[in-house]
Nanobody, 120 residues
Framework: QVQLAESGGGLVQPGGSLTLSCVASGSIFSIHAMRWYRQAPGKQRELVAGITSDGTTNYADSVKGRFTISRDNAKNTVDLQMHSLKPEDTAAYYC??????????????WGQGTQVTVSS
């Protein structure tokens, strides 16, 4: 079994910054893609940013130029640096990882989420 634990959420004023972190633990041989999603009340969960094991990144258009995703393969962590935050960035943010187990099987895992609120 694998657990993903997010941290770093909170309340921030518009224009401010936050960094979210996620660490994966458990029966992990390797991790392929790691992603951050978010879900605002009454809306569908949406992809914010993703990063492959070789460091290739992709971003939602709404966060390009403001958010940066990074990972540490040795520590099984992924971070999301968020700058110039806007009220519309308010949401629960979820970490996701495609994990290869020692058996060779690959499964996707989600974290419990961390709340980000952008408000004055």
């Amino acid at each position: 079994q694998v657990q993903l634990a997010e941290s770093g959420g909170g309340l921030v004023q518009p224009g401010g910054s936050l960094t979210l972190s996620c660490v994966a633990s458990g029966s992990i041989f390797s991790i392929h893609a790691m992603r951050w999603y978010r879900q605002a009340p009454g809306k569908q969960r949406e992809l914010v940013a993703g990063i492959t094991s070789d460091g290739t990144t992709n971003y939602a258009d709404s966060v390009k130029g403001r958010f940066t995703i990074s990972r540490d393969n040795a520590k099984n962590t992924v971070d999301l640096q968020m700058h110039s935050l806007k009220p519309e960035d308010t949401a629960a943010y979820y970490c996701y990882a495609d994990v290869r187990h020692y058996s060779g099987s690959v499964y996707g895992y989600w974290g419990q989420g961390t709340q980000v609120t952008v408000s004055s």
